[in-house]
């Protein structure tokens, strides 16, 4: 499979996760009991968001002026989650990648404006991160 299908996997993992406020570990073992096949990519991503959470949200809430994580729609705040934990520790998933991926789980998650939004945020961390696009110098 794909790593936007594993992605997909991993976003339904973590929103069930954020809205029932379970761990991940039994929310893997409901998935493949009733779906089957979990990507390996996807669990990676899945435990690596668990496990970073609070850092995620930390640079989340310094980067989404006027929109604490907490205020966000659990849709938007679990694909921002997953597409920063890439941008921090996928070695292999360029930052622009994450961002693009981001904005069309996005497109098919959420509402209308979620996918300028999300890419927003996202461009903002990764500035935030990185240095600024184009300038030569990192962040």
């Known amino acids: 499979m794909s790593r936007r299908t594993a992605r997909k996997q991993a976003f339904f993992i973590l929103y ?7 761990p991940a570990e039994p929310l893997i073992g409901r998935w493949r009991a009733y779906r089957g096949e979990l990507e ?7 435990r690596g968001v668990e496990r970073e959470r609070e850092r995620l949200d930390a640079v989340l809430d310094g980067v989404s002026e006027g929109w604490p994580v907490w205020r966000m729609s659990a849709v938007d705040r679990t694909i921002l989650r997953l597409a920063l934990y890439e941008m921090l520790h996928v070695q292999d998933v360029p930052p622009e990648v994450a961002v693009n ?7 098919g998650f959420s509402g209308e404006e979620a996918p300028s939004f999300v890419g927003g945020v996202l461009r903002g961390a990764e500035d935030k991160i990185f240095g600024k696009v184009g300038d030569g110098e990192p962040g």
């Open 40 to 46: 390996d990519y996807a669990e990676r991503v899945v």
């Open 101 to 107: 991926e981001a904005v069309e789980l996005a497109k």
């Open 16 to 22: 069930q996760s954020d809205v029932t406020g379970s």
